[in-house]
């Protein structure tokens, strides 16, 4: 029984994909049978390392209208829920494939930010990182404070690296973890979907949570279907917990 599980756990992992932000209005990418497209391109083609090459201030002008979307966007309960989780186990990894901050907006410490963040640019000529909650965007491409060069959003585009680091710690956690929580993702975007499938292969009881199946269930212990920003708290309450299959 999961609530036996949570108890006794030692060491968590949380992976999080979009659904977990769906609650607060961050439309997802997959899902309900629809496909994220902006101006007739699809997401994985505009968000990939070869529009990069093609057309980066077509990529500045997509990530720039999703970031005026996430500005006035709050957490909701699935990431307070997994927040309070931090006083609650005495290791927890919190492993998200999202990219838009709100995870330590809602208090999260330590979140291993898989693909990158939203809020970031970096430059290709210095590296350097720069904020862009402290830059007035103009349209086309922004410059580096440091060198001048083209910045780039800091998010992880498809057939890109992910950020030096992050997997390896990722992986450290999915194999020392003894219970691994999959929230609001299709799971159908690798590396990251690998994590659950390295915890379960290391003995990890491992909970998946999500209204609708992903390839990933039938590797799971349980399944929990609803929306996170509902489940989420309930696993949080003395009282038994719904539907599970
Ligand atoms: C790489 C940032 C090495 C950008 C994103 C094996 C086979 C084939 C291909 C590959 C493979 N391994 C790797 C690849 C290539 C590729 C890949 O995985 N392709 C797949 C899709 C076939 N991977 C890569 O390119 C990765 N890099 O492998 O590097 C390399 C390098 C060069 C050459 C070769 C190898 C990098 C991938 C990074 C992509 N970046 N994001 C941006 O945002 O614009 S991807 C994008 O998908 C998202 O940003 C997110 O990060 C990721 C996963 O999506 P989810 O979070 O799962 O969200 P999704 O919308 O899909 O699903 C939402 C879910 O929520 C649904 O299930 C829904 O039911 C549920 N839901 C809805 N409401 C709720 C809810 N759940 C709970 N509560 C609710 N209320
Ligand atoms: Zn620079």
Redesign the pocket.
Known sequence: MLRERMRAAESVLVLT????S??SGVP?????GNTAVWKGMP??VI?SAGMLQKDLPAVWEWFNYRRNLLAVLKPNP?HETIASWQDRFADLALVT???DGLHQASGSRDVIEL??NIWRARCFDCDARHDLKDMKMDDGVPSCFDCGGNLRPD????????PPGAFERAFDAAQRCDLCFV??????????ASIPEIARANGAYVVE????P?PLSSICHEVLTG???EILPLLSEARPLGRAT
């Open positions: 994909g979009a659904g977990v769906a609650e997802t990418f997959r899902g309900g997401f994985d968000s699935a494939q999202n990219i693909h990158g998010v992880v585009l498809f057939g890109e690296m992910l929230i609001g993702t299709s799971a159908v975007v690798y590396p990251a949570i999500n209204p609708e992903t929306k996170a920003g």
